[in-house]
């Protein structure tokens, strides 16, 4: 498809290529998170971060990223959430979140056109720790019962031509009983061959406050974002490789942001030092030659000329284990922006930081 998209002067054709790239990347990205949590759990390195949440608009959040697919497939998708379910919840969302996704999108994938399904949160037991349960039921192709056996297992897929016929790498639901257990609770299947599916898991939860402590919802913050927002604002971009300077500096385009650059650590802090006020943030990258992001973050943070002056510096890597963003945060960064970098995370971080 870069191919193509290269050797064609035709516009429709190039953005057809372009989709079709997206869609691939994409894909393959769901591949790697995959693939990466499955080596966090055989390391015993898959952790869970809780923070307070809003239960349903995170259903929600998970439907809307579904329900391209729900209609495409003319399914109907019904939701019953338990009133009773307290409005905020603390746990990690993000892990509960996946696992809802995943589930509901093999129901998705494993549904006929026109079929139906049902996404049910049910309140077991209240209390300052309460116990959830979710239900996914769909009346697709179903699972025998000696298939049901293998479903949990890395790589375990119903028959050997699932993943001829319908994609997918068996990791999901692997990843899924993993996630569950450390929630403190279990998953398990109710199928019969031809007659649907419903899968059910059990979590624990803590009761959530009042919400305050919940980060504003920043979905629409690219919309929301004026053009030169941040114009005469300086940050120093230190990131030794040439294709995430350009990727950053051509996404903060329009920001009116002024962009200067350093190749590594050594550069950055000699920057920095050379004019301490001249920056108004930093976004550092960790792995890098010469000096890394954390050496460079401690030298910055003990230069005498700064002991007044509190310059931000978020990182920005790869690395998602809990204990690299809190090397990060030992090593004096302020916070964490994860690569692939999401752009609306960026900004969140530019208006929390220079706005
Ligand atoms: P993947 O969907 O990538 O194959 P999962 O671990 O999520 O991996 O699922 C493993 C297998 O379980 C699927 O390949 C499929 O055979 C079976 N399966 C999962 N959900 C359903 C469902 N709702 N209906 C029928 N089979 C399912």
Redesign the pocket.
Known sequence: MTRICKNTNEIVKKDHALVKIEDASTHLLGILNDVLDMSKIEANKLELSPVEFNFEKMLDKVISVINFRVEEKKQTLIKNIDKNIPSYLIGDDQRLAQVIT??LS??V???PEGGEIQLNAILLCAGKECQLRIEVI?N????SAE?QER?FDAF????SG??RK?????????I?KRIVKLMGGKIWIE?EMGK??K?IFNVKMQMGEDGLSIQQDNSNIIQALDKNEFAEKRILLAEDVEINREIIITLLEDTGLIIDCAENGKEALIMIASDPGKYDMVFMDVQMPEMDGYEATRCIRELPALANKKLPIIAMTANVFKEDIEACLAAGMDDHLGKPLDINEVFVKLRKYLG
């Open positions: 995943n589930l093999n129901a994938k494993f549904t769909d697709g192709i179903g699972i298939q479903l375990g897929q119903a028959e699932t993943s319908y994609g997918g790498t068996g990791l999901g639901l692997a899924s199928s649907g599916a899968f």
